[in-house]
């Protein structure tokens, strides 16, 4: 007696899980490399066929898991190990071309399948699934994006009904709705600081890196958060990405279906070890949550140095890729970093607020922290002070519209012009092309006197013309004026450096 069914796996993404009863000594095995967790599956399907007042035969029963030379891990074979062994024993008939995964519980019910939408994502979306019921919510996220066939269920008994059951093309929307006026209402309840939520708004608006450097308490935590508010809600696409990521880390469906409206935000503590920031083998870092969203990292010079430097290349290339020796993973990480930080390790060198009382070996040990490569690619530099005790008082809020029509702006003069990148993601051609080739006469003299005056180097040369962009773009301006030049130039300067 011989059977075969489909599951998921990663490389290939789509595997066989053989099943074959024959005479001899009774014995139940799994071959094919299995870990430990799917060794396991032995009992948990006995449990659940015994649920069921299905005994196993006393015979041999061999269950192969092609291919075999790959150790297979995760906990979703215990369903198609189930089914195999009922196909073999004749007591159901189902089409080698349905794929199934599940977990057991001992008394029959299937437990949903962790990270399933990485799976899903890998294969064609013509096939035909059987899935727990209980990843009903995750899978029909790709309902837009797909044409799967699924058929839930949320135990094994319903296996014998199931050519009666329906396909399920179709899922209501999550009815209920997701608050986000918390963020706008953080944003507003900021008093001054308006130089500081200009800056975040630019962000927003070009994707623009932040450092913000000011002594303690002037709202730097809260500002990183407020931001949220003037970024774009993610589209499907994206949204698909950050699910994937999500999912695949454990997270469960109410916990992420909030980007579908708001974009997500990690602010992991200056404790946190090199392998929880940027990831490991089977862990995901912080840098791929912040994925479409905000990384911020608070006390910024206080993180360990290898977890700084460990920021280089993800936050030019916006992914991480982690070798070792036994094997090679590649995360996503395109996020905008914002970093905050105090002057000095007491917090108040070159404030107006109190005298310093750092030595200057102190000062520039702390700032050696980070490194001139780490520096460099943060676009913008804010410093958030203290504020007038009148402003903190003050019953009036800010004109949150404002700043979020500028930001939508940007998108509107993109569009126009068909860029389909944020303006600090463009090429060195593309900077030629869409920032230095739309200066304005006096702009362009404005910004030789400045790169001569101020021995600028090319990259802080682009950056500025980067950030120029973006202010017009805010603006709806399709020239670069010598305003728009000179604003860069102020937000990208780190006077703490000089």
Not at 204 to 233: E, R, W
Not at 320 to 339: G, M, T
Not at 375 to 392: A, H, P, S, T, Y
Request: hydrophobic content about 40%; proline content about 4%; charged content about 25%.
């Amino acid at each position: 007696m011989y059977s075969k069914v489909r599951t998921f796996f990663t490389s290939p993404p789509i595997i066989s899980v053989e099943c074959k009863i024959t005479k001899g000594l009774p014995s139940f095995n799994i071959i094919g490399l299995p870990s430990k967790t799917v060794q396991e599956s032995r009992d948990r399907v006995k449990g659940a066929l015994n649920t069921l007042g299905i005994d196993l035969p006393n015979k041999k029963i061999t269950v192969n898991i092609n291919p075999v030379d790959t150790v297979k891990t995760g906990n979703y074979f215990d369903l198609p190990i189930a089914v195999s062994i009922l196909k073999a024993l004749g007591v159901i008939d189902l089409s080698e071309d349905l794929i199934i995964a599940g977990e057991l519980s001992l008394n029959g019910q299937v437990l949903a399948v962790r990270g399933i939408l990485t799976y899903l994502l890998s294969i064609d979306t013509q096939n035909s699934l059987i899935l727990p019921s209980a990843n009903k919510q995750e899978v029909l996220v790709l309902k837009k994006h797909s044409n799967f066939m699924v058929k839930f269920i949320g135990s094994l008994a319903e296996i014998f009904d199931i050519e009666k059951k329906d396909y399920c093309q179709e899922l209501a929307s999550d009815s209920q709705e997701i608050n986000l006026g918390e963020y706008r209402e953080l944003f507003e309840s900021i008093r001054g600081q308006e130089m500081a939520k200009y800056c975040i708004a630019i962000s927003a608006a070009g994707k623009h890196n932040i450092l913000m450097v000011g002594p303690p308490g002037t709202g730097k935590s809260i500002l990183s958060k407020a931001a949220l508010c003037l970024f774009q809600p993610p589209n499907d696409q994206e949204f698909i990405e950050i699910a994937r990521i999500y999912n695949q880390a454990g997270y469960d469906y109410e916990y992420w279906k909030r980007f579908r409206k708001v974009r997500p935000y990690r602010n992991p503590h200056h404790t946190s070890s090199y392998a929880s920031i940027i990831g490991g083998h089977k862990s995901i870092g912080e840098i791929t949550l912040a994925h479409k969203g905000i990384l911020f990292l608070d006390e910024f010079p206080e993180f360990r140095r290898d977890v700084i430097e460990g920021l280089r290349e993800p936050m030019e290339n916006r992914k991480v890729v982690i070798s070792r020796a036994d094997y090679k993973v590649e995360y996503p990480s395109d996020f905008v970093l914002i970093a905050a930080m105090n002057p000095c390790p007491c917090g108040y060198y070159k404030t107006k607020i109190k005298a310093c009382s750092c030595y200057p070996s102190n000062i520039s040990k702390y700032w050696t922290k980070i490194s001139g490569p780490i520096l460099d690619r943060f676009d913008i530099f804010i410093e958030v002070g203290n504020i007038k005790f009148e402003q903190v008082v003050s019953q009036k809020t800010n004109n949150f519209q404002t700043y979020l029509s500028m930001v939508e702006n940007s998108y509107i003069a993109r569009r126009k012009r068909n860029q389909q990148k944020f303006n600090s993601e463009l090429s060195i051609e593309e900077v030629n092309e869409f920032c230095f080739n739309t200066l304005t006469d006096k702009a362009k003299q404005f910004l030789q006197n400045i790169y001569d005056s101020k021995k600028l180097s090319v990259r802080k040369l682009h950056k500025i013309l980067k950030i120029s962009r973006t202010i017009a773009d805010m603006n709806l301006e399709e020239m670069i004026n010598d305003l728009a030049v000179a604003n860069a130039f102020r937000i990208t300067i780190n006077r703490y450096l000089e």
